[in-house]
């Protein structure tokens, strides 16, 4: 079992930046892959970004590349979402997910172990 636990939302305005992190525990290993998704209220859950934990390259959803970063610390265990010039629309519950595999996985289902989710709150 892998439990995940997010943290760093918040409530800012348009334009600001936040950092959220995810930290692992449990049957970890390097052959791991962990992303982040994002639900909206209404809408369904999106895939935001994937990092594979061997070797931390990065995959993204195309809406979100320039303005959001993925990125680990192996010592740690944790995996951040950098997220600059928000906007209003960012607004969602944003989730960490983990698998086992290094496949850039971009499906909810793909994933096995997900997170209670953090909230963003984008002020216009």
């Known amino acids: 079992q892998v439990q995940l636990v997010e943290s760093g939302g918040g409530l800012v305005q348009a334009g600001g930046s936040l950092r959220l992190s995810c930290a692992a525990s449990?049957?970890?290993?390097?052959?791991?892959?962990m992303a982040w998704f994002r639900q909206a209220p209404g809408k369904e859950r999106e895939f935001v970004a994937v990092?594979?934990?061997?070797?931390?390259?990065?995959y993204y959803a195309e809406s979100m590349k320039g303005r959001f970063t993925i990125s680990r610390d192996n010592a740690k265990n944790t995996v951040f979402l950098q997220m600059n010039s928000l906007k209003p629309e960012d607004t969602a519950v944003y989730y960490c997910?983990?698998?086992?595999?290094?496949?850039?996985?971009?499906?909810?289902?793909?994933?096995?172990?997900w997170g209670q989710g953090t909230q963003v709150t984008v002020s216009s």
């Open positions: 997910a983990a698998r086992r595999g290094s496949y850039y996985y971009t499906m909810e289902h793909e994933y096995d172990y």
């Open positions: 449990g049957r970890t290993s390097s052959n791991y892959a």
């Open positions: 990092i594979r934990w061997s070797g931390g390259s990065t």
